[in-house]
Structures are given as C-alpha cells and as structure tokens.
C-alpha cells in the first residue's frame, strides 16, 4: 500500500522560510516522480513543483520559481519543498504526490496522494 507522508508545515512571518518533508511508503520511489501542490481556502488545488526521478525539476512560472526549490533523496524515500522568501499568499495546505512520470504530475494525474500540511504566513 502505497503511502505518503508531509510534514514540516506550520506558521511563519512573510520573508521567513520553511521546509517541507514527504516520506513515501510501499514502493521504491527512485522509479518515480514526485511532486508538491497547494490549496488555499476557497480555491482550486494548484501545481507548485516536481522533480522526476532523474533530478529534472520544474515549477509553477509565476508563483514560486526562484523562491521555491525542490529536492529528492531516494535513501530517504523523501522528496523536500525549501521555501523561501514566503508571503501571505502562500498560505495553503501543501500536498505531495507521486506518479510514473513528470508530467503525471504537473498534471496532477497521480492516484496517489499524502494529506496535506497547513503553511500559513503571515504579514
């Protein structure tokens, strides 16, 4: 059974940084590619990050690039979202994700999802 795992969320001032944590269990995630979305209250869940399993990484264009860096350790089955430079408007409940290929993740396609961790920022 395939499960995945945030944590590291919680409350920070706007300007401050965070890094959040993902340990995927029930299979081997060097084979695959992980991501990070974010839902803020009365909005859509959006994209924020993905890296495949070789490394290759890509973000949302305007929200988070240069601010938001993720990472893999597959010793670790672990993927990481360092956040920098947060706003308020990044305040969401941040999800991972988990799938065959990048694009099953930018696309948010994946069938297997973790249960969010709340990052509020504040002003």
């Known amino acids: 059974q395939v499960r995945l795992v945030e944590s590291g969320g919680g409350l920070v001032q706007a300007g401050g940084s965070l890094r959040l944590s993902c340990e995927a269990a029930?299979?081997?995630?060097?084979?695959?590619?992980m991501g990070w979305f974010r839902q803020a209250p009365g909005k859509e869940r959006e994209f924020v990050a993905g890296?495949?399993?070789?490394?290759?990484?890509?973000y949302d264009k305007d929200s988070v690039k240069g601010r938001f860096t993720v990472s893999r350790d597959n010793a670790k089955t672990t993927v990481y979202l360092q956040m920098n430079s947060l706003k308020p408007e990044d305040t969401a409940i941040y999800y991972c994700?988990?799938?065959?290929?990048?694009?099953?993740?930018?696309?948010?396609?994946?069938?297997?999802w973790g249960q969010g961790t709340q990052v509020t920022v504040s002003s």
């Open positions: 890296i495949s399993w070789g490394g290759t990484t890509t």
């Open positions: 029930g299979l081997t995630i060097s084979a695959y590619a």
């Open positions: 994700t988990i799938g065959r290929a990048l694009v099953e993740i930018t696309g948010g396609s994946s069938e297997y």
